[in-house]
């Protein structure tokens, strides 16, 4: 079987990492290409590489050379330009064609760039690519100078030349991933203010208690944050001598000009999906495709992490119209995808039977990870304690805004469904793992606060630990696989991730796999 991955992302890597046992049999010929001409890294921590944080190599998440020595044909530097699904070839730039049976889009998502006067935004319709050529494939919207999103090493250099200047940065957008380079950039040195057009932070994520806790704890750890303010325009200053003009301030409708020498982008992403687009293949939200990860519009093609819209096909005779699902936007689960399909292509490419479902979707643990922040939610926040959901739902809410803690919990019959947990880094730890496991919660909520007390006594967590609790949520690793992993020689966290890939992902369970570490390497555990 001829397979083609397209794109040599974190995910399109972990997917050739998979397919080599089949191609080391014979079954698979695998052609892995790639435009960066780096080896795959973890995007996820790009952001701290650019102030200072690990170095490359450490974020680098798979070796190009293994895969080579393993017979796996990797073309890095280079992009596919066109797909001709009938024929079932791809072209790349240097015009070289390559056949394929199965093609797997892995193309990932591309930084939105917001509707700015001052900024041309580059238009992906069908009409407009066709108009284009292949100049848009593949290819990042041109941006100002002094303007920047931070998805790649490029936005990256760009980044860390103002972090190593000291100077002043202003974020546009407060999802997570803004909030996280903020806070590093305020550690670093920077005076960083953050802009958003809603009331608070994180409003996929939270509530607005949760929100107006995080915002404060932001400001006290020298974020500036900048609320109900709509961006609309971009001003430049002009260098005297080139004449070249450099971002200056983001203007909002409100009027204000909030000043800074580097504006990073941080309002989402995007698919990349004008290479399917191109080919006739049906996209949404990305490249779309059913529960098995296969294109509603030809079976030999595939797509899996942020550029794969994952829905259900309409019902025959349904007239169609909108569909509802999309990409994550996570790692995890575009790993999960990648595992998933490397064991389907290898089952059909040796003729094995093949009965595994697809990745079940569950909800998302959401971590801010910053230096004196915490905070992590998962599921619908949205009810108010004096709320009576008609689903049954029960609310629990407990604030203490003075030192920057919150907790909401929302259960079903006393089981966790959903929570937000700010400052409160031992009990968000605890809900984790009783949402995981689908847990009740005690029936007097306010013990759970007594994680985070002067009085706690550590001892108590590791009941709610069991080995098949799960640890790493990117990866899916147990805390029985992290305890084989330190029986087997493994004593850090950099080690059991080199053991079970435990924490390559976001990094929100390093604290979380050394606690398992500590305990496994505890006199008791090794009586």
Known sequence: MRVLVVGSGPVGARLAEEL??????????????????????????????????PVF?????????????????????????????A??????????????????????????????????RVARDRTSLERAGTALVGADDALPSGVTTL??????????????????????????????????????????????????????????GGGLTLAQSLRRAGVGIVAHSRAEAIAYRHDETTGEAHFDALVTADGKHVHGSLLVLSCGVGARSELATLAGLRVEQGVVVDRTLT????????????????????????AGGRIGGGPSGLIGPGWQQADWLAARLSAEASGAPFDVPPPAERPAVVMLKGEGVDCVAVGDVAAEPWDSPEDGRRVAQWA????????????????????????????????????????ELPADRSLLLRF??????????????????????????????????AACGATC???????????????????????????AMSPASVA
């Open 87 to 120: 024929a079932r070839t791809a072209l790349l730039e240097d015009g070289e064609p390559v056949e394929y049976d199965r093609i797997v889009f892995a193309t990932g998502a591309r930084a939105n760039v917001p509707t700015l006067d001052g900024i041309l």
């Open 400 to 439: 203490d805004p003075e030192h920057g803690a919150y907790v909401k919990t929302l259960t079903r019959a006393g089981v966790l469904t959903g929570f937000v947990a700010v400052g409160m880094p031992r009990t968000a730890a605890e809900l984790t793992i009783l949402f995981d496991r689908g847990g």
């Open 493 to 519: 966290v950099s080690e059991v991730g080199a053991a079970t890939r435990a924490g390559t992902g976001c990094g929100g369970c390093k604290d979380r796999i050394q606690a398992v570490l500590d305990g």
């Open 20 to 53: 080599v046992p089949a191609v080391r049999s014979g079954s698979v010929e695998l052609t892995l290409v790639g435009a960066e001409p780096v080896p795959a890294y973890n995007r996820v921590l790009v952001a701290e590489h650019a102030v200072g944080g």
């Open 295 to 318: 294109s509603w519009s030809d079976p030999s093609v595939h797509a899996i992490g942020d550029c794969a819209h994952v829905a259900d096909p309409p019902a025959e005779g349904d």
């Open 452 to 485: 985070d007390g002067a009085d706690h006594d550590p001892s108590s967590e590791s009941a709610t630990i069991t080995p098949e609790t799960t640890i790493c949520w990117c990866n899916g690793v147990s805390a029985g696989r992290i305890a084989d992993a």
């Open 57 to 85: 190599d450490e974020i680098v998440v798979q070796d190009p050379d293994a895969l080579a020595e393993a017979g796996v044909r990797v073309r890095l530097g280079t992009r596919v330009v066109s797909v001709d699904a």
């Open 151 to 208: 998805r790649d090493l490029e936005d990256a250099a760009r980044v860390a030349a103002a972090v190593e200047g000291r100077r002043r940065i202003v974020v546009l957008g407060a999802g997570v991933l803004g909030l996280e380079f903020a806070l590093l950039a305020a550690r670093a040195g920077c005076e960083v203010v953050v802009v958003h057009h809603g009331p608070t932070p994180m409003p996929r994520n939270l509530d607005r």
